[in-house]
Nanobody, 123 residues
Framework: QLQFVESGGDLVQPGGSLRLSCSIS????????VGWYRQAPGKQRDVVAA???????SYADSVKGRFTISRDNGKNTAYLQMNNLKPVDTAVYYC?????????????????WGQGTQVIVSS
């Protein structure tokens, strides 16, 4: 069974950086595309970044140039490096995975989620 554990969220000042981690178990991690998502209060959950099993990467326009997604197949872990954080980045951040890269970019089709990790950007 696919399980996710997100970590690394914190309170940070605008312009600061955080690195989120996502540990995934229950599947052959190396064969799965992985996505990072965020959900702010009262808003839908949106995809932030995604990486396929062979390393193709995509980002939401709002985070391009500031966020970097990566994966370590040896550790069954994906990461989201977030730089130059802004108050609008405040949200609960989640990760998820699927064999199909297109599914990873459409969170409404993903049914099993972890607890997420809270990121607050505020002075």
């Amino acid at each position: 069974q696919l399980q996710f554990v997100e970590s690394g969220g914190d309170l940070v000042q605008p312009g600061g950086s955080l690195r989120l981690s996502c540990s995934i178990s229950g599947v052959d991690f190396s064969a799965y595309a992985v996505g990072w998502y965020r959900q702010a209060p009262g808003k839908q959950r949106d995809v932030v970044a995604a990486i396929t099993s062979d390393g193709k990467i995509s980002y939401a326009d709002s985070v391009k140039g500031r966020f970097t997604i990566s994966r370590d197949n040896g550790k069954n872990t994906a990461y989201l490096q977030m730089n130059n954080l802004k108050p609008v980045d405040t949200a609960v951040y989640y990760c998820n995975a699927d064999r199909a890269p297109l599914i990873v970019t459409a969170p409404k089709f993903l049914t099993s989620w972890g607890q997420g990790t809270q990121v607050i950007v505020s002075s």
